[in-house]
């Protein structure tokens, strides 16, 4: 069964780093798409980054050039390296797969930043 694990959330500083960690089991990232999305109380879930099977990365204006996402096939991990984190960053931050069948989803990890 395929199941996704994410941690590295926690309380941090406006202005400082985190890096989520996604750690897949019962299954095979390296030709699947994944992905970072965040959900903040009252508000829709959003992408912030996506790495394509392929390799591309794209990441929405509200996290350009802050975040990034990178792979290790390998370990079969995922990560999403936070800097300069603002207030408005704080969500919950849910790991996912896709895949052509199905999507799979992490629990999530909170990530609260103060002003």
């Known amino acids: 069964q395929v199941q996704l694990a994410e941690s590295g959330g926690g309380l941090v500083q406006a202005g400082g780093s985190l890096r989520l960690s996604c750690v897949i089991s019962g299954g095979i990232i390296a030709r699947n798409a994944m992905n970072w999305y965040r959900q903040a109380p009252g508000k829709q879930r959003d992408l912030v980054a996506t790495?394509?099977?392929?390799?591309?990365?794209n990441y929405p204006d509200s996290v350009k050039g802050r975040f990034t996402i990178s792979r290790d096939n390998a370990k079969n991990t995922v990560y999403l390296q936070m800097n300069s984190l603002k207030p408005e960053d704080t969500a919950v931050y849910y790991c996912?797969?896709?895949?052509?069948?199905?999507?799979?989803w992490g629990q999530g990890t909170q990530v609260t930043v103060s002003s």
């Open positions: 790495v394509a099977g392929g390799g591309t990365t």
């Open positions: 996912n797969m896709h895949t052509w069948l199905y999507d799979y």
